[in-house]
């Protein structure tokens, strides 16, 4: 099931949890930072636009922390670091079994590493001889400019964040001025959007790739059970040579049940449960195949597999290609003849 955003901040927070004891048990300074500290400085907790939580350490405790993974639990959570697959670009502590898709989905599918739930770890770094951090490191170009007087941390003070006391820098405002500039209600709304556009508490994004990327993985000698009765069948059977093991197809419109289309029968989806087994492959061929994973998994059936031409389009052998970069030999899919 798809959460709301009350759920996602909930893991947030357990994950600021364990970041903090972990801090207060190995003696690392950490500060609250970015959007987190002026949604403490504002609202004592989440900013009303907010969904993620953003904490700040001192490089010197930045790679300490980096260099330990195993003082977190590591069946329940993970710290990535850039150096790991996903190429991140500052340290995120994930939790494992869940789900959070920022990029656009095609480019989720191909992004490997570790994509569940997260807060970020920013690294302050120290410029030499002028008594001040920055952070080399953060997506945004003002952000990344933005120059922090070391004095503007130390000694921290503390402010609640939903319930939970956090370190605050010693200026507080003097940061988020330099960040946002005037930051006086409602500048940033209007430019705000979420972080995530999907997210699942309670599946992990290993199942979500798989299925999206994973059809053929394991396919040999496997009954193919195909749902969806429009042009896009058409495709996959002329893209893949594996008409010889497709026992039919399904489509909702009733019209179409007990004919033929491009040589495979169409069926009735009440007919499919009875059909799939541990010897079947059931995959979705259909531009609606959101709505007929819903209605498959209202089924009782998990078990599926979802087929995105522009997924399989871009790959020659290896190789991630756009299409108008594709020489005309190349040319050679049956939806671009």
Same mark, same amino acid.
């Given at each position: 099931m798809v959460d709301n955003v009350s759920r996602l901040r909930k893991v947030e927070l357990e994950l600021l949890e364990v970041f903090i004891d972990v801090c207060e048990e190995h003696n690392l300074k950490w500060y609250a930072f970015l959007g987190t500290l002026l949604g403490i400085q504002r609202n004592g907790g989440f900013l009303p636009w907010d969904d993620d939580i953003d904490v700040a350490m001192p490089m010197m405790d930045y790679l300490n922390l980096c260099e330990h993974r195993e003082w977190?639990?590591?069946?329940?959570? /993970?710290?990535?670091? %850039?150096?790991?697959?996903?190429?991140?670009?500052?340290?995120? #502590?994930? @939790?494992?079994?869940?789900? $959070?898709?920022?990029?656009?989905?095609?480019?989720?599918?191909?992004?490997?590493?570790?994509?569940?739930?997260?807060?970020?770890i920013i690294? /302050?770094?120290?410029? %030499?001889?002028?008594?001040?951090?920055?952070?080399?490191?953060? #997506?945004? @170009?003002?952000?990344?400019? $933005?120059?922090?007087?070391?004095?503007?941390?130390?000694?921290?003070?503390?402010?609640?964040?939903?319930?939970?006391?956090?370190?605050?820098?010693?200026?507080?405002?003097?940061?988020?001025?330099?960040?946002?500039?005037?930051?006086?209600?409602?500048?940033?709304?209007?430019?705000?959007?979420?972080?995530?556009?999907?997210?699942?508490t309670e599946r992990g994004y290993e199942g979500y790739i798989r299925r999206y990327t994973g059809m053929l993985e394991g396919i040999e000698g496997k009954k193919i059970l195909l749902f969806g009765a429009a042009d896009s069948l058409r495709i996959w059977l002329e893209r893949f040579n594996l008409r010889g093991q497709v026992v039919c197809a399904f489509d909702n419109f009733s019209g179409k049940w007990g004919k033929e289309l491009y040589g495979v029968e169409i069926k009735n989806p009440a007919e499919l449960p009875a059909l799939a087994d541990k010897d079947s492959r059931v995959?979705?061929?259909?531009?609606?195949?959101?709505?007929?994973?819903?209605?498959?998994?209202?089924?009782?059936?998990?078990?599926?597999?979802?087929?995105i031409d522009e997924y399989y389009d871009e790959k020659i052998g290896n190789k991630v290609v756009r299409r108008e970069d594709l020489k005309d030999g190349d040319k050679k899919f049956a939806r671009w003849e």
């Open positions: 977190f639990d590591t069946e329940k959570y /993970l710290l990535q670091v %850039p150096q790991d697959l996903g190429l991140c670009r500052f340290a995120k #502590l994930r @939790k494992n079994g869940t789900t $959070a898709f920022r990029e656009e989905f095609l480019d989720c599918l191909k992004t490997e590493g570790h994509q569940g739930i997260s807060i970020d690294p /302050l770094a120290e410029l %030499p001889g002028m008594g001040a951090y920055h952070t080399p490191t953060l #997506l945004n @170009k003002e952000k990344k400019e $933005a120059v922090y007087l070391k004095s503007w941390f130390e000694p921290a003070g503390t402010g609640m964040f939903e319930g939970m006391q956090m370190r605050i820098p010693a200026m507080p405002r003097k940061i988020l001025n330099e960040v946002y500039g005037e930051w006086a209600w409602p500048h940033g709304v209007r430019e705000s959007r979420p972080s995530c556009w999907f997210f699942d995959i979705i061929v259909s531009l609606w195949h959101q709505e007929i994973g819903r209605q498959l998994e209202g089924m009782g059936i998990d078990d599926y597999y979802v087929y």
